[in-house]
């Protein structure tokens, strides 16, 4: 568990998307911060059973963006179920929320390479989200110790919600944004390294290769 305050200077400038919803800000800003995290997780890198809980919670009482104070409070919990030897199955629910406060800019994104990955990444903004992801994994193959530890596929199915404007940076999303993907993970000395499809809805679809964290 860690409490503490978080202040300093920030700078938002828009790249993409809309200027009337995505606003240049900087400024100050301060945090008191809550986090409750519990690992139990067999592996850091390819986890294959166990549960990790992360409890994230933050009041804002200083913003760049908006002069009221507003609360922000996101969950994440993770869970591995292995069936034999080789394989595994993981069920993961994720979530945030403002409580229907004005915080200037949206908190949270999905997209990427980790939450509905046939989506641009940070391409779904909004301040309330539900996301739950179902996997399999199976290892392939053995690698030798010097090389790293295996070769793995990797399934996944993703269903979210989002809540509030605005939804999306672009005008390709539904209000119930799913996918599924699939690929191969090499978990390396170096860190694993992934190659795969996802398809997704209203379109989105996408080869993507990614080094590094995968859960």
Same mark, same amino acid.
């Not at 995290?37 to 933050?58: C, E, K, S, T, W």
């Given at each position: ?20 919803? $995505? ?10 911060? =809550?986090? *409750?995290?519990?690992?139990? @997780? ?5 986890? &294959? ?31 591995? =179920? +292995? ?6 199955? *993981? $069920? ?17 994104? !999905?997209?990427?390479?980790? &939450? ?14 539900? @996301? *739950?992801?179902?996997?399999?994994? +199976?290892? !392939? #193959? ?11 596929? $990797? ?20 209000? =119930? ?17 992934? #190659? ?10 996408? =080869?993507?290769? +990614?080094?590094? &964290?995968?859960?």
């Amino acid at each position: 568990m860690r409490v503490g305050y978080e202040g300093g200077w920030e700078k938002f400038r828009r790249q993409i998307g809309n200027p009337n919803e $995505l606003p240049s800000f900087s400024g100050g800003y301060g945090n008191t911060k =809550f986090q *409750f995290r519990m690992d139990r @997780l067999d592996d850091a890198v390819i986890p &294959r059973a166990g549960q990790n809980l992360l409890v994230d919670f933050h009041w804002s009482n200083a913003s760049p963006f908006v002069s009221n104070s507003y609360p922000v409070l996101e969950l994440s919990s993770q869970n591995y =179920f +292995r069936l034999s030897e080789p394989t595994s199955v *993981f $069920l993961n629910g994720y979530g945030g929320s403002t409580f229907d406060h004005e915080t200037g800019l949206p908190q949270f994104s !999905l997209g990427g390479s980790q &939450r509905l990955v046939s989506y641009g990444t940070n391409e779904l903004l909004m301040n309330k989200y539900l @996301l *739950f992801q179902l996997g399999y994994i +199976r290892q !392939l #193959a053995r690698l030798p110790p010097l090389l790293g530890s295996g070769i793995y596929f $990797l399934g996944l199915y993703e269903a979210a919600q989002v809540y509030g404007p605005p939804h999306t940076m672009v005008n390709q999303a539904s209000g =119930f944004p799913t996918d599924a993907a699939a690929g191969l993970v090499v978990n390396t000395i170096f860190g694993p390294v992934e #190659a795969a499809y996802a398809y997704g809805d209203t379109g989105h679809h996408k =080869f993507f290769f +990614r080094i590094g &964290r995968l859960f």
